[in-house]
């Protein structure tokens, strides 16, 4: 038996020798090719499936479809996946090249995770905020390369499907968490002025004929009184008969860890990941004493400083923040630091940058304001051409009040910190290296723990290399900003697995990661809502960190730090652990 094996083995090798570059190389892009078909399939399958999710990512060949959220659908589901599963195990992954084979890992990693939500998490029989069709009508009514006739004629289908939505999903609930009902009321209550005004306005802009308008207006007001049927069922039935057996909002270890798992896409467990931030909770409550301590005389001359480490932080923060912009200069001065952000990065030699890619920072387009502060807006997967812009909310609306404690959270040091973390070499940086491999599969599966993480981690990096020289105050607020990373996990984690109390939290945020009190209420209803999405900042940014510094020892002298982040970000918006792996075999070879 052994023999013959041996024998099959040389001969294949020899076999191997004579041809073997032309043969490798055939051999693993035939490979490739068929996969890069299969992928094509498989999201246009995905995309006849999910209308909604499509028009979301720019793909609008579906805009009159709205699936039903029955069991039929279910059971659609789950064969779809059952046959992506089977597909893709006849594909050998060793033979895809690197980038094929993260995409393999997205996909099999997607097929997990949708029975995970399917079968187990079920978040459609307790959360009744899941049911609203605000985004979806409006994703179809805003994409303007329809014309407006087109778009009207894919709502009026869509409407037609809204009442037998609302009846599915009056079907699917069993039970609810306070907090998720009152967000179901509030925002099914918002969008409803979608349905009733602003398709109104659109319908009466368009000037179609009346055969039409007719048509449409019965539709509209139909699926009006759906959604307010299902308000009412709400208001009047179904939270009454709930509110003395409301679902607990924490959702306990076993669940959370395997959301973690499922969401985070992480190498370490939430578990793990909880205690990593614990002591880096305490790493960083050390360095930021040290730092105030030898800021205290600046700010308050011979007072005598308080010994409680915590209380000397404070203090010296709240003087800090005062030296902050002026309202009428904020966006400017945004602007005015991105050139000086990018010459940093290139004079240290930290990474490339792209020089025919600037990015262009715009006040925020009105229709998009709402949330104060700065975003980026890149581009999705079907329109990877189009414009990458920074939106800077200008401080119009803002009271003197409101302005200033805003732009005391937003002072001269951490608003150097938000350009970093959003623009460069954040985000924006991570974006452009993003694009140069495309990958609809990535940009749709991408990972948001590698994404946040790159710019958390980005910040540190320029801390690092001097970025703060001479300014100890950009410390002291760069381990703020970091400790509100680290501790958005502590909150997550021990709000769902720990039991941890409102009192605790708020003690953790405003007392340990010196917060105002309305950003610690704001993330305290924020926790309760969603799960696991909190710890992806930390997650990512300390995987990268390791990673580093895992290299640095492997290579010694031979490390590079721009040789580093340039392999790093050449896989795509991957999980760290993929990454990782590639990386290493790659030094391997
Ligand atoms: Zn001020
Ligand atoms: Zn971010």
Known sequence: MKKVFYFVLILSAFAACENQHPKEENHQSSQDAEFDTYKTELIEELWKLNPVWASYEGKHDYDEQ???????????????????????????????????????HLIKDRIASSVFYRETFQSGKWNPSSYNLGGAFFQVLNYRAHSLEERLNDVLLKLNKVPAYYQAAKMNLERTTEVHAQLAIQQINGSLSIFKNTLTDSLEAAGLDEAFNTQFASAQNEAVKAIEDYLNFLEKEFIPAHKDRYKDFRIGKELFEQKFKHDIQSGFSAEEVYQFAMEEKQKLHEKMAKTAENLWPKYFEDEQPPSDPLELISKVITEVSKVHTHRDSFVVTIRKQIPELESFVQNKGLITLDPNKPLTVRETPEYMRGFAGASISAPGPYDAEAETYYNVTPLDHYTEEQAESYLREYNQYTLQILNIHEAVPGHYTQLVYSNQSPSIVKSIFGNGAMIEGWAVYSELMMIENGYSEGQPEMDLMYYKWNLRTVCNTILDYGLHVLNMSEEEAMDLLVNQAFQEQSEAEGKWRRARLSQVQLCSYFTGYYEIRALREEIKT?????????QFHERFLSYGSSPVKYIRELMLKDMED
């Open 554 to 562: 492997k290579l010694g002298d031979q490390f590079d730090l721009k």
């Open 66 to 104: 709205l699936s039903i959220p029955d069991e039929a659908r279910k059971e659609e589901e789950r064969n779809f996946w059952n046959k992506v599963e089977q597909q893709l195990d006849s594909f050998d992954i060793v033979r895809l090249s690197p980038n094929n084979q993260i995409d393999y």
